[in-house]
């Protein structure tokens, strides 16, 4: 994460939305207010469907049972072998 505040952010405001996007820098604004996360529209995506996820508790318990199968048994024997 990186953490700047608000001048600097406004001074290399471009810079800092190019590290953002391309490289998922999480970028902390600091001012006399409080603070100020930017973050890619990507990573915020990834945290909402997180969060839907976890507000469905039946999808949620698929997962956590997915996440418990082995992988041998997920595999079918007439699968396609590249």
Same mark, same amino acid.
């Given at each position: 994460?990186?953490?700047? =505040? $608000?001048?600097?952010?406004?001074?290399?405001?471009? #810079?800092?939305?190019?590290? &953002?996007?391309?490289? *998922?820098?999480?970028?902390?604004?600091?001012?006399?207010?409080? =603070? $100020?996360?930017?973050?890619?529209?990507?990573?915020? #995506?990834?945290?909402?469907? &997180?969060?839907?996820? *976890?507000?469905?508790?039946?999808?949620?318990?698929?997962?956590?049972?997915?996440?418990?199968?082995?992988?041998?048994?997920?595999?079918?024997?007439?699968?396609?072998?590249?």
């Amino acid at each position: 994460m990186y953490n700047t =505040n $608000a001048t600097n952010f406004r001074k290399n405001l471009s #810079n800092l939305l190019e590290q &953002t996007i391309k490289y *998922n820098e999480v970028i902390n604004v600091n001012t006399k207010d409080g =603070n $100020a996360i930017i973050i890619s529209e990507d990573d915020y #995506n990834d945290i909402m469907e &997180t969060l839907l996820v *976890n507000s469905n508790s039946r999808l949620k318990a698929k997962l956590v049972e997915g996440m418990k199968t082995p992988l041998s048994e997920c595999v079918s024997e007439n699968a396609v072998h590249w």
